[in-house]
Each structure stands twice: as structure tokens, then as C-alpha cells.
């Protein structure tokens, strides 16, 4: 369900649901080996029907799902009630690993990840990111079992910036920052986000325009469309204006305000009362020109 190769969705595959070679795809890249989409397969996220058919029919091929909580590469949609637990029923099911890709949502969102707020936790966990408050730095947690096998070396976990004294003594200063800053600083964020969505959304009624706000705690996606709710990537483009919503984006940025890629938005810490006015000012004046 997470793109880590490349290609796009194969909505006409009838049993190998490989990644499909497509000019839409933002992972494309020249030099890729010619077999290279055929070593993994492609589903769409909070399809659990599409999973429980894959594994019936290939779980004894498969090692690892790697997956995002909420799909914020894909517009910031939620997942559906019950999905993420019939995931991990079904991974247990056939014998294969559930690794949640946490590379935006790990100590941004909480201190425990998105899972966390889920209640779903995973065998593996893919961290970067907010993770070291900026530096490079990256981490991947789980199961002692699955570790013991870097311990035998019966997996190499080799690389020439592992334990990087700087980074590692940023990551340790940036956690310890928010677990000293406790719930109330996860508070006062999310309170400073709720205000921001709702700015933008006020901001775009005044526009005569309709806007819906996807996400959860440390990053949302703004779209330009009254649709709710909306569970996948595939809803999300179906409805949404992506036009207006390019040339929103290209407003704010005059503005002095940079969105990032897919109409996300990303929250500080250091994010303030007067931001998040200043950002809503700027909104609304670029709403009016859209």
C-alpha cells in the first residue's frame, strides 16, 4: 500500500497486482531495472477487500505490508472504522509483517506516533523526519524477535551514517523536548491546528468557495470541494478542484505563505496565535484570487 518502488495503482490487474509504469507517477525514474515494479505488489489503501483477496491468493509470497496510518501522502485521508485492526488480523492471519510508515506522523502527530491515537500497533515502525527536529536522521522500531536477527547478523543493518553522533544527539534533545512538554504541548498545537482549519475553511466561505480539511494532529490537506467524507486518494481526486487548488497554492506563495506539495500543511511547534492569523489573512486574499 505504500509507494517505496514506484508505479501507480493497477485497477485493471486481475490477480498480480503489480505496480503500473505511468507518466502520472511522481516516483518515476530513468535506470529502473526492467523486473524492478514485479518485486512488490501495489493496493489501494483502506481497501480491505483488496488485501484480504492479495493474501488469500499470494499471502505465502508476501513478508512485509508497509503501510501509513492515515494517508497523508494521499490527501490526508482516515482510515475507515475497523480497518487498521482487520489489517493486523489479517497480516497475523497469513504469516506476514505489518510495518507502519511513520515518517511524517512519528512524534509530530504524538509522542507515540499515529498508532498511538489508533490503538493499532505494528510488528515494524518506520521513523524520520520530526524525529530529530530537523537533522537527518531516521529509525526503524519493532518486535525484539525481529531485531535478534541484526543481533545474529542474520540481517545486515549497515550504513555509513547509522549512529551519527549529531543527529543522534538531536533526536535524543527533540524527544526529550516532548516528553518534558508532556500532553500540553501536543494541546496547545493541536488547538493552534483546529483554529488554522477553521480559518481556512471561514476564509473560503467568505470566497464563495467550498473546502474540506483532511488529516490529523501535525498535518493536514486542504481541498477545494464540499465532498465528505472522502476514504481514499481516488475520492479525493474524483472531487476535489486540483486546479483551484494549484492556483491557491501559487496565491499563498505570494503571499509569502509555502504550502507543501498535495495541499498539505504542516504545524509546528513554534507555531503562534499572530501565525496562524497571519496565515489566514493570506489565505483569504488568495482565495479571493482564485
Avoid at 543481533?151 to 524527544?175: D, H, W
Avoid at 500540553?184 to 476564509?203: I, P, T, V, W
Avoid at 481526486?237 to 506563495?253: E, I, P, T, V
Wanted: with cysteine; proline share 4%; aromatic share 8%.
Amino acid at each position: 500500500m505504500d509507494n517505496v518502488i514506484g508505479g501507480v495503482v493497477n485497477s485493471a490487474a486481475n490477480d498480480l497486482p503489480y505496480p503500473l509504469i505511468s507518466d502520472s507517477d511522481p516516483f518515476y525514474t530513468e535506470g529502473r531495472a526492467e523486473h524492478t515494479l514485479e518485486e512488490s505488489f501495489l493496493i489501494p489503501w483502506n481497501d480491505i477487500g483488496a488485501l484480504r483477496t492479495l493474501l488469500e491468493n499470494h499471502g505465502n509470497k508476501i513478508a512485509v505490508l508497509i503501510m501509513e496510518v492515515f494517508n497523508s501522502n494521499g490527501g490526508g485521508a482516515s482510515p475507515r472504522p475497523g480497518y487498521l485492526e482487520a489489517v493486523q488480523q489479517l497480516c497475523k492471519q497469513y504469516g506476514v509483517l505489518l510495518c507502519f510508515d511513520e515518517i511524517i506522523t512519528g512524534f509530530r502527530t504524538a509522542i507515540g506516533g499515529a498508532q498511538s491515537i489508533v490503538g493499532v500497533t505494528p510488528d515494524l515502525t518506520i521513523f524520520g523526519k520530526a524525529i530529530a527536529g530537523g537533522m537527518p536522521l531516521a529509525a526503524i522500531a519493532g518486535r525484539k524477535d525481529i531485531f535478534d536477527l541484526f543481533r545474529q547478523n542474520k540481517v545486515i543493518g549497515a550504513g555509513t551514517f547509522n549512529a551519527f553522533p549529531v543527529s543522534m544527539a538531536a533526536g535524543l534533545a527533540t524527544i526529550r523536548m516532548l516528553e518534558n512538554g508532556g500532553l500540553e504541548l501536543y494541546a496547545r498545537r493541536n488547538n493552534l491546528q483546529a483554529k488554522l482549519e477553521s480559518g481556512l475553511r471561514k476564509a473560503a466561505h467568505a470566497a464563495g468557495h467550498d473546502l474540506v480539511t483532511l488529516g490529523l494532529p501535525g498535518n493536514f490537506c486542504t481541498h477545494f470541494t464540499a465532498r465528505e467524507p472522502m476514504w481514499t486518494s481516488a475520492e479525493i481526486s474524483a472531487n476535489a478542484d486540483a486546479g483551484k487548488a494549484m492556483r491557491f497554492r501559487q496565491g499563498l506563495r505570494e503571499q509569502g505563505v509555502l504550502q507543501g506539495l498535495g495541499s498539505r500543511w504542516f504545524v509546528s511547534f513554534a507555531l503562534t496565535d499572530e501565525d496562524v492569523e497571519a496565515t489566514v489573512d493570506a489565505a483569504a486574499r488568495a482565495m479571493e484570487r482564485i
